[in-house]
């Protein structure tokens, strides 16, 4: 009933979008990504629309990140596929994600912990499928994940690579960018990620090109 309504009649609060900027900087980002050679899987927990998730995916519904199993349902009732739930495995919802992990072609999970990875593999998925997980780590971000020095998670993502489980990427989140103080700040700790998550991918002689290029 509001829609094309002048802002100023609209109750208060309200959320409103312009719509043509939105799909001029959606547009903006998958071309980037496309260019730099890496596939765009972008975050649905701000906005938490299917027309959102619609527009930023360029009207494929796919390769979305989610925060909550909550949002993973309701983006999987809206028809979205290949949706990372990024936030590591709680131990009790362990059953919850594999429901989605069985209903969708393709559901993905984040572990930081064997204990984690364990829980997974005693778990087994239905018609042949495996675990499609992801290795969290902690570029000095301090927030969550093994640190990218730490040989654990090394042998973690080796493990996860083994069985009814698949590596199906490396995770890294810089949370460390909220306290920044403009873009030159905020490119600095993007620089440390990157340089810091490839130098994990590199260790002991493995190939970057063996690890996926998904890009949340």
């Known amino acids: 009933m509001w829609t094309g309504r002048p802002v100023e009649e609209l109750p208060s609060p309200a959320f409103t979008v312009d719509l043509d900027t939105a799909k001029r900087n959606a547009e903006k980002m998958r071309d980037r990504c496309k260019a730099l050679g890496v596939v765009l899987r972008p975050h649905m927990k ?4 299917l027309e959102g998730g619609s527009l930023v ?4 519904l796919r390769k979305i990140v989610v925060s909550t199993l909550a949002e993973g349902r309701f983006f999987a009732d809206g028809g979205f596929d ?7 495995l709680p131990f009790d919802k362990v059953e919850e994600c ?5 209903r969708l072609d393709a559901f993905h999970v984040l572990v ?3 204990a984690a ?9 239905s018609h042949g499928k495996r675990w499609k997980v992801w ?12 640190r990218h020095s730490d040989p654990t998670a090394l042998e973690l993502a080796k493990a996860i690579a083994e069985g009814a489980t698949e590596l199906a990427g490396i995770y890294a989140h810089c949370g460390n960018s ?3 103080h403009g873009a030159s700040e905020i490119q600095s700790v993007a620089r440390t990620t990157t340089a810091l998550t490839l130098k994990f991918m590199d260790q002991n002689g493995r190939s970057r090109r063996s690890f996926p290029r998904d890009q949340p």
């Open 46 to 49: 701000t906005h938490k629309t």
């Open 57 to 60: 995916t360029g009207g494929t």
């Open 82 to 88: 290949d949706i990372l739930y990024a936030y590591p």
């Open 98 to 102: 594999a429901a989605l992990a069985e």
């Open 112 to 114: 930081d912990s064997h």
């Open 117 to 125: 990875l364990s829980l997974l593999k005693k778990r087994p998925l």
């Open 135 to 146: 290795l969290k780590i902690d570029c000095e971000n301090h927030r969550a994940g093994l």
């Open 178 to 180: 909220y306290s920044c």
